[in-house]
């Protein structure tokens, strides 16, 4: 779950980064508060209304830490304004522990014969491969942003169709043996993981230049990452 260090909204203290913070997860959701600039404006208030219309009868416009608002806000799959609460609900809870199919299914439809054969080819090589994540959630990149395992807000994980329902063109592939430990260097998963990716045509993190991501593959180059973000609607 992402991080709120101070009230948002209406008479909140308004820190740029909480303002940040809101406003996007407010756009996942379907509510648009505007430009996602970290200033609240009556956009971002309206907004955080509109949101809390859906289980308060009296909106106050102010999202507090820790409050009941904020944990609708931050968690997947609650009070969205595009989706129906079924299918959300089906989305929710921490996607890395989800089933392998859900993982699958959680992917651009296109993706996913690419990632099973990446799968098939380590196993073939005689590693023990798993999808740690393919699909995640908006609040749930944040928190990685805020804590340095990642450069970007908004990834290829994150990418979701029209409805709010899961599309993700990325996957973190890892080793059920090493993890991100140095054991899947040093055994030479990461490297087979790279060239197997490569053979389905997807784009691997562990030959970009400034931050190396080795467990992740996607199937577009990071060019398109602003076209992805656009058509999720966030």
């Not at 909204?9 to 407010?26: A, I």
């Not at 169709?161 to 996957?171: L, Q, S, V």
Request: glycine share 10%.
């Amino acid at each position: 779950m992402s991080t709120l260090l101070r009230s948002v909204g209406k008479n909140g203290r308004n820190l740029r980064n909480d303002v940040e913070t809101v406003q996007t997860l407010l756009k996942a959701k379907g509510y648009d508060p505007g430009i996602v600039d970290g200033l609240c404006g009556n956009g971002t208030v309206g907004a955080i209304r509109k949101f809390q219309s859906t289980f308060m009868s009296r909106p106050d416009g102010l999202i507090e830490p820790d409050g009941g608002s904020w944990r609708r806000l931050s968690g997947t799959g609650a009070a969205s304004q595009t989706t129906n609460a079924p299918a959300l609900t089906e989305w929710s809870g921490d996607s890395s522990k989800w089933a392998h199919e859900k993982k699958i299914a959680s992917m651009f439809p296109a993706m996913r014969p690419k990632v099973e054969a990446v799968l098939e080819g380590l196993r073939q090589r005689g590693f023990q491969p798993k999808v740690f994540f393919a699909w995640r959630s908006v609040a749930v990149q944040l928190e990685l942003y805020r804590k340095g395992n990642t450069t970007v807000k908004f990834s290829f994980h994150n990418a979701q169709k029209k409805d709010g329902t899961p599309n993700a063109y990325a996957a973190d592939i890892i080793d059920v043996r090493y993890a991100w430990n140095p054991s899947a260097e040093s055994s030479g998963f990461w490297k087979a993981l790279g060239e197997e990716g490569k053979k389905q045509g997807l784009y691997w993190g562990g030959d970009w230049k400034s931050f190396k991501d080795w467990a992740h593959v996607q199937y577009y180059d990071n060019s398109k990452l602003k076209v992805v973000k656009a058509e999720s609607g966030l």
